[in-house]
């Protein structure tokens, strides 16, 4: 085979790959994602959320953030989660310098009935998203077995470029922990609950479950919430 027809073979590949590929899927390294898991004794819900509504509020004017969603657990309401965006690993680590940080967290304590468990991400398969209100949030946490990372992880690349194709789904992205890179949490905002059933119900959706069966490291923890 000549340079010339080599050259046009590689043209070829190039080309389909990048018809295959749905736009705005890809992995960011540079934003910082933090995934925040709250739990607070069911008579201290009300304080907590007024608590973690100002630290949105103070959040938002921070510079360097790209959102900041306090959700609450639909069936246990006193369980709530917060989704940070940062522009970079120092924004967040300023941020969690900052006296409002501190002072909410400090006033939280309290309240809790288990350690605040603050997951730093990275972007490993994002796209653009919508948060409307009144959407569905689900939170999944999946974890690999260590010599199956790199498997599992394909299979999340596929399911989130399927599932981003889906009708009327506002965000699928894939985020993986940065101290633990055989763990990662999937954020999925949908419309209804009939747009959700129908992403579980779809075939890739139940594809990736079977992939993950025997090669997860846990139950595939998958958690609804409301934006509040």
Excluded at 56 to 79: C, H, I, T, W
């Amino acid at each position: 085979m000549t340079i010339f027809r080599l050259l046009l073979v590689a043209i070829a590949v190039a080309v389909m790959l990048t018809a295959g590929s749905l736009p705005g899927r890809a992995q960011d390294k540079g934003l910082a994602y933090v995934v925040s898991y709250i739990e607070v004794a069911p008579h201290s819900r009300t304080a907590a959320l007024a608590l973690l509504r100002s630290l949105r509020r103070a959040s938002l004017k921070e510079p360097g953030n790209g959102g900041f969603d306090v959700l609450e657990r639909f069936d246990r309401p006193q369980q709530f989660a917060i989704l940070e965006t940062w522009k970079d690993a120092k924004a967040q680590t300023d941020h969690a310098a900052t006296a409002s940080t501190k002072q909410v967290r400090d006033t939280l304590k309290p309240l809790l009935v288990a350690p605040y468990d603050e997951r730093p991400h990275f972007g490993f398969a994002v796209g653009s998203s919508k948060s409307p209100a009144g959407a569905l949030y689900v939170l999944t946490h999946v974890d690999f077995v260590g010599l199956k990372k790199d498997e599992g992880l394909a299979a999340l690349k596929q399911l989130s470029a399927e599932s981003a194709k889906e009708p009327g789904i506002l965000r699928f992205d894939v985020l993986q922990q940065t101290n633990r890179p055989n763990h990662v949490t999937l954020i999925g905002i949908w419309p209804s609950k009939a747009a959700l059933e129908a992403h579980e119900q779809a075939a890739h959706t139940r594809k990736f479950r079977d992939e993950l069966l025997p090669i997860g490291g846990a139950l595939f923890d998958q958690r609804f919430y409301r934006g509040k």
